[in-house]
């Protein structure tokens, strides 16, 4: 058994942990990250696209924004379709100037997986039997394999950045943990399309064949989404049935097309809510879907992660160079506050847009009522537009 040392032992190295070493890094704070996915995957992974200018602003100011804004597409509204026709949300009009960047999560990790090489610190890939021991104590572990190697690495602090499946949250006893969750009856089809888009902004259709989302992640690439049953098995499914149902499903009297491609990818994502509380437990802290998840209907889940690091390394610089502990005391309540803020805000899109197995027509007026409320009125528009942009840090 081989020992390490560091000061933050940081288990994930998606947008969550990754983006805490930098911010780590900067303020000369040592750490080290441990990821059980090879480079290669965490860098091609799709999944989330939405970037809050909150979040963007602190990718900018912390020196990992140079390719975001070069490649990043900076866009002022979304629109929501539902009754044949198309409704714009127009952000900065209603939000005293903010926007929304779109660039894709694999892009924001390769940005930061790129600045910690360059930076020369301790980033493992392809590491195995991660566990974490001790948490209770001052003196956190965490044990892992390297290849042949057995290592065992003391911390001071243990950040549990490893999503919704990793080891950390599962270290919790269950007796100091509360979990609140709503799995929907429902799933997104997502495809990665060869296809330069032909609209400009996002758009949410609300159709009584189901949602469909069009959105894109570069001039080149379109990236679609159509409501299916959860448990739909995506061979079911050949592209041409794919395309059929986004043109049913986009596409008004209007005359706006959509355009095919080759399809890059495609898969099945089941929809769910949830939240543990609270997000630390002795020296163990946990960040983004570690300890939260959002149904993707309002472009949360990367936004919430960063979100949390950026109250985490906050915290951890008050720790480490002021032995300061109230900041780390108020991490999981100051995290909490914007997370429930978002998991209503996604389950209220979410609930809004899609249709429910067994609504009647009673239920399917309500959200009629709703959208038709959100595009007519201001202060309604407002209130989407508000929680789609980000509210600003505390
Ligand atoms: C299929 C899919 C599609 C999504 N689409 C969208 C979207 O369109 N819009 C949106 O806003 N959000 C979307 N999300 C959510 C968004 O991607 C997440 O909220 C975001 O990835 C959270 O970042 P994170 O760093 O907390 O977790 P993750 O990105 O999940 O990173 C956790 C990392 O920990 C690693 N890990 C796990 N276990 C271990 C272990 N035992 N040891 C070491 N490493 C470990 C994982 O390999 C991973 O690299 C999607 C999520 C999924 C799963």
């Not at 993707?296 to 390394?313: E, S, Y």
């Not at 803020?341 to 209220?348: D, L, M, V, Y």
């Amino acid at each position: 058994m081989r020992k390490l040392r560091t000061q933050v032992g940081i288990v994930g190295a998606g947008p969550a942990g990754l983006l805490l070493a930098h911010l780590l890094h900067l303020e000369a704070i040592d750490s080290v990250v441990l990821e059980s996915r090879s480079r290669d995957y965490v860098e091609r992974r799709v999944r989330a696209g939405v970037l809050e200018q909150g979040s963007v602003e602190l990718l900018n100011e912390s020196g990992v924004g140079e390719r975001m804004r070069r490649e990043g597409l900076v866009h002022h509204g979304i629109e929501v379709r539902f009754g044949g026709a198309g409704h714009r949300i127009d952000f900065p009009e209603l939000t005293g100037g903010r926007s929304i960047t779109v660039y894709g999560q694999q892009e924001v990790v390769k940005d930061l997986v790129a600045a910690r090489i360059a930076a020369g610190c301790e980033l493992r890939f392809g590491v195995g039997d991660v566990a974490v021991h001790d948490v209770e104590s001052d003196a956190p572990r965490i044990s892992f394999r390297d290849g042949a190697d057995e290592f065992e690495l003391a911390c001071d602090v243990v950040a549990g950045c490893d999503g919704f499946h990793g080891i950390c949250r599962q270290a919790i006893p269950t007796a100091n943990l509360s979990v609140f969750e709503r799995v929907y009856p429902f799933a997104w089809l997502g495809i990665l399309a060869a296809a330069p888009p032909t609209h400009d902004e996002l758009i949410y259709a609300y159709h009584e064949r189901g949602f469909a989302l069009y959105s894109m992640r570069s001039p080149e690439i379109t990236r679609l989404y159509i409501q299916v049953a959860p448990d739909e098995d995506i061979a079911d499914w050949p592209d041409e049935r794919i395309w059929q149902e986004l043109h049913a499903r986009l596409e008004t009297s209007d005359g706006w097309k959509l355009r095919e491609g080759p399809v890059l990818e495609k898969g099945v994502t089941g929809m769910r809510s949830f939240v543990a509380e609270p997000m630390q437990y002795g020296r163990l802290y946990l960040a983004g879907d570690a300890a939260h998840i959002v149904p993707p209907t309002g472009a949360k889940g990367m936004n919430l992660a960063i979100a949390d690091v950026r109250v985490l390394a906050g915290a951890l610089i008050g720790f480490f160079k002021a032995r300061r502990t109230d900041l780390l005391e108020a991490y999981s309540a100051t995290c909490l506050k914007r997370v429930w803020r978002a998991e209503h805000f996604s389950w209220w899109m979410t609930s809004m847009l899609h249709r429910f197995p067994g609504d009647d027509g009673f239920q399917q007026r309500l959200q009629r009522s709703q959208l038709d409320y959100v595009v007519s009125s201001r202060v309604a528009a407002a209130s989407l537009a508000e929680n789609y942009v980000g509210l600003p840090f505390a």
